[in-house]
C-alpha cells in the first residue's frame, strides 16, 4: 500500500517509453482476438461470473480500498460487477481516462457510468469536463488490468498503446507500489508471451478455468 502522504505526480516526461510494432505480439492479439470471438454471449458471463467470485475473494482485493479498474468492452470480462462490489464494500474506484497520449486513473463518481463518453475504441471514460480525483494524489493499493493475452507466470501482452506498462513503470519506481492483478477469458491465456524491456509483468491473472 502506498504511503498516504506522499503525492505521486506521473508525468509522460519521466517514462520514456518509444515502441515499435512487435509482429509477434500482434500475432498473438489476433490470433486471441479470433478466441473470442468465437466465444458464445453465455460463455462470456460464465466466465465472467466466475472471475467476479474469484476477484472479490482474492487477498489483493481484500485489503485494497483504492482500486483501479478498467471500463470492459464485449470482448473482455464483464467488470460491472466488481466495479459494484468495489463501491458497495466501500472503496474507491478508478477508472482510465486516455488523452493526449497519456492514461490517468480518474475516480469513479455515483452514476458516472450513465453519463460518460464513448472513446472512438467504445471504451466509457470520463470527458475532459468531469472533474475527478486522480488515483495518483493519494495513491493505489491494487489494479486491475486488461490484456490481450497472459502467461500464468505473469507475462502480458497489452492492446499495443502500451499505456499500461508506462503507468505501471512509473508506479514501480516509487517504494510500495500498488499490485497488479489481471482478468482474463480462459482463452487469453497461452503458455508464454513476447516481452521486451519495455514490458511489465505483473503479480498475477485471474481467469474461470484455472
Keep these: 500500500m502506498w ?34 470471438a468465437q466465444l458464445s454471449a453465455d460463455e462470456k458471463k460464465r466466465q ?29 470480462i464483464d467488470t460491472k460487477p466488481i466495479i459494484a462490489h468495489i463501491k458497495a464494500k466501500g472503496a474507491a474506484a478508478f477508472v482510465p481516462q486516455y488523452a493526449g497520449g497519456k492514461m490517468k486513473m480518474l475516480k469513479l463518481e455515483p452514476d458516472d457510468e450513465k453519463i460518460m463518453s464513448l472513446t472512438r475504441h467504445g471504451i466509457k471514460q470520463h470527458s475532459k469536463d468531469q472533474q475527478r480525483e486522480d488515483a495518483l494524489e493519494k495513491g493505489l493499493d491494487l489494479i486491475i488490468a486488461p490484456g490481450a493475452a497472459f502467461s500464468r507466470s505473469g507475462g502480458r501482452v497489452g492492446h499495443g498503446g502500451g499505456y499500461y506498462d508506462k503507468y505501471i513503470t512509473h508506479l514501480r519506481a516509487n517504494p510500495s507500489p500498488p499490485k497488479i492483478l489481471a482478468v482474463a477469458f480462459n482463452c487469453q491465456i497461452v503458455d508464454e508471451v513476447p516481452m521486451n524491456e519495455l514490458d511489465q509483468k505483473i503479480d498475477g491473472v485471474i481467469f474461470a478455468d484455472d
Excluded at 503525492?7 to 490470433?31: F, G, H
Excluded at 465472467?48 to 468492452?73: C, E, G, L, W
Design 48 to 76: 465472467s461470473d466466475i472471475v467476479y467470485r474469484k476477484v472479490i475473494n482474492h487477498p489483493f482485493y481484500k485489503s485494497a480500498q483504492r482500486i483501479a479498474i478498467f471500463m470492459s468492452t464485449d470482448e473482455e
Design 3 to 36: 504511503r498516504r502522504n506522499l503525492i505521486y505526480c506521473y508525468c509522460t516526461s519521466s517514462v520514456r517509453m518509444n515502441r515499435t510494432p512487435d509482429p509477434a505480439k500482434q500475432a498473438l492479439r489476433e490470433k486471441v482476438a479470433t478466441r473470442i
